[in-house]
C-alpha cells in the first residue's frame, strides 16, 4: 500500500468511524427523515420499481461474494498461486463479520419499519448491499480487468456500487447515513485486499530485471 493510498485509507475509516458515533448519538436521525423523501419519490409502481429492485441485486451477498470467489479461484489457477483466493475469502468473510457486528451495535430501525430509533434493536445500520456491492464489484473488477481495461472497469464497478446504494434509499430499504457506512466499509476492504493483491516491489524488479536480462549462451 502506498503512501498516499494509506493516507486515503485512514481518512476512510475515520469518516466510518465519525458516521456510526454521529448514527449512535442519534445525531444523523433528523438529516436521513429529511433526505428520505428525495430518493423514495423516484420509486414508480411498474417497471421502474422493477428496475431498482433488479438493480438492487447487485448488493446481494450470496450473489456477487459468489461471484468474487469464483473469479479468485479462476485467478489463482491462472497464476499458479493460492494468494487471490485466500486474499478474497479473508475480504468477504471479513466484511461479513464487520457487518453483522455493525448491525448489531447501532441497532438502528429501517424505514420500512416506520421507526427511525438507534439501539432499538433493528439491523439496518450499515447497508449490507452497499457495502457487499462496493467490496466484491471493485474486487471482481481488480480480479479480472486486464491492464489495459482496468480503468474503465474499475470505473464502472464503482458506478455500479453508488447504483446499489441508491437503489437502497429510492425503495426505503435504508436510511442515507447507513448507505454512506457500506460505502464507506467496502471501500476500506477492497483497498486493502487491492493491496495485498499487488505484487510486491521485490517482485516486480524482479520481473522487470528478467526481461531486460539477455538470454544466456550454453556453449
Not at 449512535?24 to 433528523?30: N, Y
Not at 478474497?88 to 438502528?108: F, N, T, Y
Not at 467490496?135 to 482496468?150: F, H, I, Q
Amino acid at each position: 500500500m502506498t503512501r498516499n493510498v494509506r493516507l486515503v485509507w485512514l481518512a476512510g475509516l475515520v469518516a466510518l468511524l465519525a458516521v456510526t458515533v454521529l448514527t449512535l448519538t442519534g445525531t444523523t436521525q433528523a438529516v436521513d427523515k429529511a433526505t428520505l423523501g428525495w430518493f423514495t419519490v423516484l420509486d414508480i409502481p411498474g417497471a421502474v420499481h422493477v428496475t431498482w429492485r433488479t438493480l438492487v441485486m447487485g448488493g446481494q451477498f450470496w450473489l456477487v461474494g459468489t461471484l468474487v470467489l469464483v473469479a479468485a479461484a479462476w485467478q489463482a489457477r491462472r497464476l499458479r498461486s493460492w494468494r487471490p483466493f485466500w486474499v478474497s475469502v479473508l475480504a468477504v468473510g471479513v466484511l461479513d463479520v464487520l457487518i453483522i457486528a455493525g448491525k448489531q451495535l447501532v441497532g438502528r430501525t429501517s424505514p420500512n419499519s416506520g421507526l427511525n430509533e438507534v439501539l432499538a434493536g433493528g439491523t439496518s445500520y450499515p447497508s449490507g448491499h452497499t457495502a457487499n456491492a462496493t467490496m466484491c464489484l471493485t474486487l471482481l473488477a481488480v480480479l479480472l480487468a486486464s491492464t489495459r481495461w482496468r480503468r474503465l472497469v474499475l470505473v464502472s464497478a464503482i458506478g455500479g456500487a453508488v447504483v446499489v446504494g441508491l437503489c437502497n434509499l429510492v425503495l426505503g430499504y435504508h436510511w442515507l447515513s447507513e448507505v454512506v457506512a457500506g460505502w464507506l466499509l467496502g471501500g476500506l476492504i477492497v483497498v486493502a485486499a487491492a493491496a495485498a493483491l499487488r505484487p510486491s516491489d521485490a517482485a516486480i524488479d524482479e520481473a522487470r530485471g528478467s526481461r531486460g536480462r539477455a538470454p544466456e549462451v550454453v556453449g
